[in-house]
């Protein structure tokens, strides 16, 4: 079985910094998580973002309890004192670290109280309001902002950033430039972790795959066929039933005839 001799730490993921690129997956279930572990991944993240995924953070960790695990947090945390409240909550639950799309000064918050913190460069889901859905950093202008940007988040005490969507050759160059640990997610094989989620892997959505990147597999077709499985096994059963095929005599417990009699007239003598 492959995977790591030891659970990796930050400080541990710091040192490795230029030396390898690691692998890195989001997953969503515990079966994910342990088959994620036992197929060797280095690095895992989850959501963390609402009450339900909170519930089941704690059967993630224990899925995969060899494993760096870092959980995502709702975006549009107010206050520096509830993101604090929030990643404390995770690391208390058995989070390696916290991901955070928050601004530096929401992280720099949670990077004082030493919370391991994870921030987002690049092509950031909840701002493509103003970006749209596209690479960043293909102009002079948007490369020199995401390399200050960069550096806004190292100054803020950020360990690492999700770096999303940008040319592979200047995420290359970034990755270079900076303490950050970047987990290149459609940012090339330059950065210090390659990130992909379970679904893109599994190719378990109804979806134009993403250029990024890659299906090993089609859930989508097999979920498809073991729902029409469920479905035929559940129709099978409710004919058994009507045409009088199920129970068959091999599924039912049965009392002696003798017995049976006996008890049954006992019970009638002393109905009243």
Known sequence: ?????????????????????????????????????????????????SPAAQQRFPSLVEAAPNSFLSGATPHGMATPEEAIRVGFKALEMGASSVYCSASPFIIEAMARERIPVVGHLGMIPRHVTWTGYRAIGKSAEEAQGLYQSMKELESAGAYAAELECVPHNFASWLSSRTTLI????????????????????????????PRHAKAYRNFLAENRRLQQERIAAFGEYVSDVKEG???????????DDQLLAEVTQSIERNKS
């Open 245 to 255: 095929r199920f129970p068959e005599r091999s599924h039912l417990v049965e009392m």
């Open 1 to 49: 079985m492959l995977r790591p001799r030891k659970k990796y730490t930050v400080r541990d993921l710091q040192l490795l910094k230029g030396k390898r690129c690691l692998t890195h997956i989001h997953v969503k279930s515990p079966e994910e998580a342990t088959a994620a572990e036992q197929a060797g991944v280095d690095l895992m993240s989850c959501s963390f973002d």
């Open 182 to 209: 970047l987990m290149s997610l459609g940012s090339g094989g330059g950065c210090d972790t390659q990130f992909l989620f379970s679904d893109d892997i599994l190719g378990d959505y109804d979806e134009r795959l």
